[in-house]
């Protein structure tokens, strides 16, 4: 039971951090800008000034926020189908499906933060990666863990 809890915590929290990584205005960052996958936050006056990513491959940028959208939505359905098969999966059977959803929300934030890391700010000399940035890497990290353990987690037999 404590190891289910874990697993269903574990994989909130990554719901989480997975959808603070997609929504959150910090992939790239330095003193004066910044630029998270929707648009670009300029400090100017004394102010933060919202504008759209101008100069950025428009199909590089589509291809990264498609892919952290459906990773959002691959995880959190994942989280649904684990809780479905906990009452309708017979006794000793693995959690097949719930491991490949939680497999594919993997895939689609790895192949959408290789690609801000390979495509876009390549050109720029000053700023950074940003928190969201890193968090999409971390949600990487927790949702390939998450999907081998589904994988090879089986229904108790009591």
Request: proline share 1%.
């Amino acid at each position: 039971m404590l190891m289910l809890a874990g697993i269903v915590v574990l994989h909130i929290a990554t719901i989480i951090l997975l959808l603070v990584a997609t929504i959150d205005n910090a992939w790239w960052i330095n003193n004066t800008v910044s630029t998270d996958l929707w648009g670009r936050w300029e400090f100017t006056n004394s102010a933060w000034h919202y504008t759209n990513l101008k100069n950025y491959p428009e199909e590089y940028l589509q291809a990264v926020q498609a892919t952290s959208v459906l990773a959002c939505i691959f995880a959190i359905l994942a989280l649904i189908v684990f809780v479905a098969q906990l009452f309708t999966l017979p006794k000793g059977q693995r959690f097949t499906f719930t491991g490949i959803l939680q497999l594919i929300a993997c895939l689609c934030i790895m192949i959408a933060a290789s690609i801000y890391t390979a495509e876009l700010h390549t050109n720029e000399t000053e700023g950074v990666y940003g928190h969201s940035y890193v968090l999409a890497w971390i949600s990487f990290v927790f949702t390939f863990i998450l999907a081998i353990t589904y994988l090879i987690l089986r229904k108790k037999s009591e």
